[in-house]
């Protein structure tokens, strides 16, 4: 009993910290501004290649038939001059002049110059498939798509962006906010204090972590309803964010303990973010992917959380994560116990 109170007290006292360091504030305010840009202002879709248009001066139009009939009325363009100008007001804009009739057919490809050469041999290719499709020539079937898996809808950018701001603050966030603490402590020399009272090692160690993952919850919670909504999958990514909150927190603290101010911390901060954060990559271009991306937490808490809200299909993967991060958790923990109680504790005067 006595100890419970020792750790309610000390949990309350490390709340009223965190807010009068304005903690919940930043979470707040990171969640209203990262809230704004996924409803408001990234878009849905991102067109990273050239967007190509096309002008069919076929003496029957046939070109122009079949763009329409396919429902894409909306890339064809009345004339050359047209192409051409708009190819001015947009560099990543290339366009199709279609000439000709179906016994004579030519194209003219219209390209700013920048293009890889990959891209324009694969347009070539699709323009002799055009010609063949509108000219009533038929095309072999080279193939049939076989799907491993049911194919899921097409992930919208803006919501994509969820995963990995989860992960920005649970990682980021949570690694500092604890430092800062420490040092906050050290400064003032309440942690003198704290040395001779009869609390101890683990119950320092879970105030502050139980302090950084009410702010992760807080945090995921207000980025998760206005984005995604009240969604079922809720329930699951919340022990993630629980989790991996408590994994960087004692992290964080076995790691700032080591030193005496923010100054001398923010240079291992930051080797300590950039880690975390080169999953990032994989994320975006899955197809550069290195071993050692899955051995860094970062890398299943994003994935996972994907697979999570937009699922493609996958099974089996979500308990083995969960007790992944678990296990980590306990290993870090104990080094943050050793840690804590050596270079923390012990060296308060």
Not at 9 to 31: C, E, I, P, T, W
Not at 88 to 114: L, Y
Not at 220 to 245: K, W
């Amino acid at each position: 009993m006595t100890a419970r109170r020792g750790f309610c007290s000390l949990l309350k006292q490390d709340l009223v910290v965190a807010y009068r360091n304005g903690f919940f504030l930043v979470v707040v305010g990171l969640a209203v501004i990262f809230v704004i840009l996924v409803r408001f202002v990234i878009p849905s879709e991102v067109k990273i290649t050239p967007r190509e248009y096309v002008v069919d001066l076929t003496e029957e139009q046939t070109i122009a038939d079949l763009f329409m009939k396919k429902g894409l009325a909306d890339i064809l363009l009345p004339s050359e001059d047209a192409l051409l100008s708009l190819m001015q007001e947009d560099r990543n804009t290339i366009g199709i002049v279609f000439r000709g009739s179906r016994e004579n057919p030519t194209a003219v490809i219209h390209h700013q110059g920048h293009e890889p050469k990959k891209a324009l041999n694969a347009l070539s290719a699709a323009v002799s498939l055009v010609w063949n499709e509108a000219g009533a020539l038929g095309r072999p079937s080279f193939s049939t798509p076989v799907l491993l898996r049911p194919e899921s809808g097409k992930l919208p950018f803006n919501l994509s962006m969820i995963p990995l701001l989860i992960v920005t603050e649970v990682v980021l966030l949570g690694f500092l906010f604890v430092a800062v603490m420490v040092f906050q402590e050290k400064a003032e020399g309440s942690i003198n204090a704290y040395r001779v009272s009869p609390r101890g090692t683990w119950t320092y160690i879970f105030s502050k972590s139980v302090t950084n993952v009410v702010l992760a919850l807080c945090y995921g919670l207000l980025l998760f309803l206005p984005t995604i909504g009240p969604a079922p999958t809720l329930a699951a990514v919340l022990p993630l964010v629980t989790v991996a909150s408590f994994l960087m927190t004692v992290t964080g603290l076995s790691v700032s303990v080591f030193f005496n101010s923010l100054s001398d911390f923010i240079y291992v901060a930051l080797l300590v973010f950039v880690l975390f954060c080169l999953p990032v990559a994989s994320y975006f271009f899955p197809a550069f992917k290195m071993p050692v991306f899955e051995l860094i937490p970062s890398y299943p808490l994003m994935f996972g959380i994907r697979e999570i809200l937009f699922p493609t299909g996958k099974t089996g993967f979500y308990l083995p994560m969960l007790i992944r991060l678990a296990a980590e958790s306990v290993v870090a923990l104990l080094v943050a116990a050793w840690a804590v109680n050596r270079n923390l504790l012990k060296e308060a005067r």
